[in-house]
C-alpha cells in the first residue's frame, strides 16, 4: 500500500526559505511521477510543481508564479521529493500537499490524475 508523508512545513517571513519533503513508502511502480499542490483558504487547490522519473525522459515542471524561486527534486532511491521554497511571499500560504502516480503524464495540474495523495503540511508566510 503506497503511503505519502509530508514533512517541513511551518512558519517563515517573507522573503525566507522553507524545504518540504514527502516519503513515498510501498512504491513498486517502474515509473513515478510525484507534485505538490496547495490550497489556500477559500481557493481551489491549484499545482506548485511537478516531477518526473521512468522509463522516458525526466523532466520538472512549475506554475508561473513560483518559477525562479521554488526548485523541485526528486531522490529515487528513497522515492522522496523535496520543495525548495525561497523568497517566499504571503500569496505562498496554504496546506502544500504531496501527490503521486506511476503514470507518464506529469504536470501540476489536474488532482484527479494523481491517485494518491498525503496529508497535506502547513506553510505560512507573513509580511
Known amino acids: 500500500q503506497v503511503q505519502l508523508v509530508e514533512s517541513g512545513g511551518g512558519s517563515e517571513q517573507a522573503g525566507g526559505s522553507l524545504r518540504l519533503s514527502c516519503a513515498a513508502s510501498?512504491?513498486?511502480?517502474?515509473?513515478?511521477?510525484m507534485a505538490w499542490f496547495r490550497q489556500a483558504p477559500g481557493k481551489e487547490r491549484e499545482g506548485v510543481a511537478s516531477?518526473?522519473?521512468?522509463?522516458?525522459?525526466?523532466?520538472?515542471n512549475y506554475i508561473d508564479p513560483v518559477k525562479g524561486r521554488f526548485t523541485i527534486s526528486l531522490d529515487s532511491a528513497k522515492n522522496t521529493v523535496y520543495l525548495q521554497m525561497n523568497s517566499l511571499k504571503s500569496e505562498d500560504t496554504g496546506m502544500y500537499y504531496c501527490?503521486?502516480?506511476?503514470?507518464?503524464?506529469?504536470?501540476?495540474?489536474?488532482?484527479?490524475?494523481?491517485?494518491?495523495w498525503g496529508q497535506g503540511t502547513q506553510v505560512t508566510v507573513s509580511e
Open positions: 510501498g512504491w513498486t511502480y517502474s515509473s513515478i511521477c
Open positions: 516531477i518526473y522519473r521512468g522509463d522516458y525522459r525526466g523532466g520538472s
Open positions: 501527490a503521486a502516480h506511476s503514470g507518464l503524464w506529469c504536470r501540476p495540474s489536474e488532482p484527479t490524475n494523481y491517485k494518491f
